[in-house]
């Protein structure tokens, strides 16, 4: 290399900043406000590292066929700007995939935020450094970035999990994880498809590949309690109608259990009569959404009599969708309680098994053996296939957290401080990893709401955190192990009082295999939630230790 060329080497690399106040990890939903917050409202110098070579997290992600959000668009936004609620105009009450990420990319060039968010930048290791009181973050292209506040913007449902199934690599067609879809699209006319999974993902994706595909094979090892989606389009009027009372819709979802626009009904299943509560699941289910599970009696997820009645009700109206009863039977979901699964939203789900090129396969009673070249082999038989589609979900809530060398005090490692499950102080930060704040994490409500009201709420109260910090000229901040261990006892608490514990799901990590098996969400309610976290804050941030800012830092 010339004297010229390395002096010009030099230069850059003392241009190219690399150490901030706040650096954020992820540019989805979180990621792209804490930047806002963080930046634009605190004054702090920031910056988000994305993966992907786009921004949208999900929703960047996920672009397979029937992609859409199953939450009312008037709230799957953010509230922040008045300004932002006003100008944006959804077309649909559940809109697709692109228009949600058009919305973000509207959000990131509206505040500026392209500017401050490295793209195709994936993180591998952070540790957090005891002398300088900084974090060192490294990247895949050996980047490596310092700063103070460490935001783990990573998304509860970003690590996502390819079953483990032998002879994947003898299969002469292609396959495709839901959550890495390819942007150019896939092709299925003429195909032979298999759909493995029958959750929120599956159930979309196999409704639009059975109109797509010459022959669909749907691979099911659990049925689920799908409900119906209530899509439709939204006019002038629809959308005057929100615009003008977003204030008490949002002050609504900001307090209520779920942050989505559902209330429970205020008594249990008990105290009404059966014609009250046929009428009352009817015009749930007619209205379609999420109303029948977030919105019924208060008691359904909790006393196993009153949700063996809805559970029943829900049974009877999947059969009645379906001609062949063989194959209705095998869609009725019998071995959990309805809720406490993932409820899928659907939109002539249940009727794709009518159709002639549709199959469903029960890998229950008959486990996939292996891959093999033409398709999948079974306890009962081989099944030829052209595509293969993995519906087959996340290493949820903790996953994208493992999937990243994350040392704290000590070198300890969060994986292994987390080996038997999480630990956190309101989901927020976990003891022994000063200045990591995580965004949506596990043993906060998270994936148990509507997440952009959870999202905000978060970003609200850590940058409140930051805030009083620097007022008070501190410079690290992290739970006591007491208030951790209180924490993980009452979420866990929380959750075995409910009926979710009893049913297999990603919920309780029981997707993965060898994963503990704890409850990962906190379900405790968003309302109470942020009631609990501004009560911490207005007392000092009970709970928290700080260290002052020492002299060289300040
Ligand atoms: P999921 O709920 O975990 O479903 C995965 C499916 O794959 C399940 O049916 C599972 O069966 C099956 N599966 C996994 N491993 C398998 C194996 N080895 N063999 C056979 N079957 C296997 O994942 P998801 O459907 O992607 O949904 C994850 C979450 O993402 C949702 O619950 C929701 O929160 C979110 N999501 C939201 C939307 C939306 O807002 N519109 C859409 C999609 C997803 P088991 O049930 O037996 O484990």
């Not at 060398?405 to 000590?410: K, L, P, S």
Request: proline share 5%; glycine share 8%.
């Amino acid at each position: 290399m010339s004297s010229t060329q390395q002096d010009q080497r030099q230069a850059g690399a003392k241009e190219r900043v690399n150490d901030f106040d706040a650096l954020i990890v992820g540019a989805g939903f979180s990621g792209l406000y804490a930047l806002h917050k963080l930046r634009d409202e605190m004054g702090l110098s920031a910056r988000v590292l994305e993966a992907g070579d786009g921004i949208g997290g999900t929703w960047y992600w996920n672009r397979y066929p029937g992609a859409r959000s199953d939450t009312s668009s008037w709230i799957y936004c953010y509230s922040f700007s008045e300004e932002l609620r006003q100008e944006w105009q959804w077309s649909e009450r559940y809109p697709q995939q692109n228009e949600v990420l058009s919305y973000l990319e509207y959000v990131a060039d509206k505040f500026d935020l392209n500017r401050d968010i490295q793209l195709r930048t994936r993180v591998t290791e952070a540790t957090f450094d005891e002398e300088t009181e900084r974090w060192e973050v490294r990247t895949e292209t050996g980047d490596v970035v310092t700063a103070r506040f460490l935001i783990a913007a990573l998304g509860a449902l970003s690590a996502s999990n390819v079953p483990d199934i032998p002879g994947i690599e003898n299969f002469a067609g292609d396959w495709y994880h839901t959550a890495e879809w390819p942007h150019e699209g896939v092709d299925f006319t003429g195909k032979r498809v298999g759909v493995i999974g029958t959750g929120a993902t599956g159930t979309q994706v196999a409704t639009e590949l059975a109109e797509q595909a010459d022959h669909l094979t749907v691979f099911q090892r659990t049925p689920n309690y799908a409900l119906p989606l209530g899509n439709h389009p939204l006019d002038t009027e629809d959308r005057r109608r929100y615009k003008e009372n977003y204030e008490e819709i949002w002050e609504w979802v900001r307090h209520n259990f779920s942050g989505h626009d559902y209330d429970l009904i205020g008594k249990n299943l008990q105290e009404a009569t059966p014609e009250e509560r046929e009428r009352a699941f009817q015009e749930r289910y007619d209205r379609g959404g999420f109303g029948l599970w977030l919105g019924n009696y208060d008691d359904l997820l909790e006393n196993r009599e009153a949700n063996d009645i809805v559970s029943e009700w829900v049974r009877e109206k999947i059969q009645e969708r379906i001609d062949d009863p063989v194959t209705a039977e095998k869609l009725t979901p019998r071995d959990h309680a309805f809720g406490t699964k993932r409820v899928p939203l659907e939109a002539g789900y249940y009727e794709i098994f009518n159709r002639d090129n549709v199959k469903l396969v029960d890998v229950k009673k008959a486990p996939i053996l292996e891959i093999t070249e033409t398709g999948l082999r079974t306890q009962d038989g081989d099944y030829e296939l052209d595509v293969l589609v993995f519906a087959t979900g996340f290493d949820a809530m903790t996953g994208p957290f493992e999937r990243i060398d994350i040392r704290g005090r000590g070198g300890e490692l969060l994986c292994d401080k987390w080996a038997e499950g999480p630990r956190t102080y309101l989901g927020l930060m976990s003891a022994g990893y000063p200045n990591l704040f995580t965004i949506t994490g596990p043993q906060s409500p998270s994936v148990l709401t509507n997440i952009p009201v959870a999202i905000e709420q978060h970003v609200d109260w850590v940058s409140g955190a930051i805030q009083y910090m620097l007022d008070n000229g501190l410079s690290v901040v992290e739970p006591t192990r007491d208030a951790e261990d209180e924490w993980v006892e009452h979420s866990q608490e929380v959750a075995y009082a409910t009926l979710f514990p009893q049913s297999a799901t990603w919920y309780m990590g029981a997707n993965i295999p060898g994963k503990p098996q704890v409850f990962l969400p906190y379900l405790g309610g968003l309302g109470p939630y942020r009631q609990k976290c501004d009560e911490v804050a207005a007392n000092d941030y009970e709970g928290f230790a700080f260290a002052n800012q020492k002299e060289t830092n300040a």
